[in-house]
């Protein structure tokens, strides 16, 4: 409960400051979690980033407002953020279908996004798979880039297959699949596909080590083809067991996806049986 209830106090934040700059650090601090985790847990629970939610909701208002005062175009793009007319033509163009010097004219069509209510909510006990585990430092060796949040879920599938081209040599085996953001604030975050490293092996060009802390981890165990899998587990991830656990709560800005050998799966990653697993860094409760 206590999760969603801070992710409620953080849209709280943001309607109240709708029309001031917003930063990623002051809403996350709303909710007393690292930016990292309130950035993927807002998406898991609403559906959407929180750059999407802000921009929807202003852009919403700034309809309203032009649909019901007589104010000028350019006051009402430079109070919802917008640094030029243009740039906010295009954004509210976007957004409802007709730009802003339209929207006073008879039969103006307006789309309206109404502000996120969160609430906990009861629905059909669903089973999750996990254990805490105490794991020593480890070291993986990979391939590293720096993603925005924004726009991440389409640009990780793309550095994935810059690195598993069809029908081309892999590179890696791709055992995990590692997002990192070690001091949980700003707007991007490290991403690996990466191996565990032995010693002995040597680190190709282009390549890089990182060793990931001593941590007690929460594993999730994910069953079934990817990434419908995964999403669905990561999904009740910050739905259910984190407003459910009463004992633990996330330590750190990791969050690492581990996945198992297709080859020993009849249809590889699409088997209904596939096993990968989600390991969120947590500590006790004070």
């Known amino acids: 409960m206590e999760w969603v209830e801070s992710i409620g106090k953080a849209i709280d934040y943001i309607e109240e400051n709708i029309t001031d700059e917003l930063s990623i650090d002051a809403i996350a601090g709303q909710a007393h979690v690292s930016p990292f985790y309130f950035q993927k847990g807002f998406a898991m629970l609403c559906g959407f980033t929180v750059g999407e939610y802000i921009r929807r909701r202003r852009l919403s208002l700034a309809g309203g407002e032009l649909i019901s005062t007589d104010a000028k175009v350019i006051d009402v793009a430079m109070k919802y953020g917008y640094e030029s007319p243009d740039s906010f033509a295009k954004a509210f163009a976007r957004f409802h279908g007709v730009t802003p010097s339209s929207v006073r004219k008879e039969g103006a069509i307006l789309r309206s996004f109404a502000p996120l209510k969160i609430r906990f909510s009861l629905e059909g006990g669903c089973i999750m ?18 993603f925005p949040y924004e726009g991440a879920d389409t640009q990780i599938p793309k550095f994935w297959a810059e690195h598993y081209p069809a029908g081309g040599e892999q590179p890696l085996c791709g055992a995990y699949g590692i997002s990192i953001d070690e001091r949980m604030e700003g707007d991007t975050f490290e991403y690996l596909i990466a191996d565990d490293y032995r010693p002995s092996d040597e680190v190709p060009e282009g390549f890089v080590t990182k060793t990931i802390p001593m941590h007690t981890w929460a594993a999730f165990v994910c069953r079934g083809a990817l990434p419908q899998s995964m999403q669905q587990v990561s999904q009740q991830i910050f739905s259910e067991w984190l407003p459910g656990c009463k004992d633990y709560e996330i330590a750190a800005g990791y969050h690492i996806e581990a996945y198992g050998d297709p080859a020993a799966y009849a249809r590889g990653t699409q088997d209904e049986n596939y096993g990968s697993e989600i390991w969120i860094p947590v500590k006790k409760k004070a």
Request: no cysteine.
């Open 129 to 146: 798979d996990y254990k805490i585990v105490e794991k020593a430092p480890f070291t993986v060796m990979g391939v590293s880039g720096t």
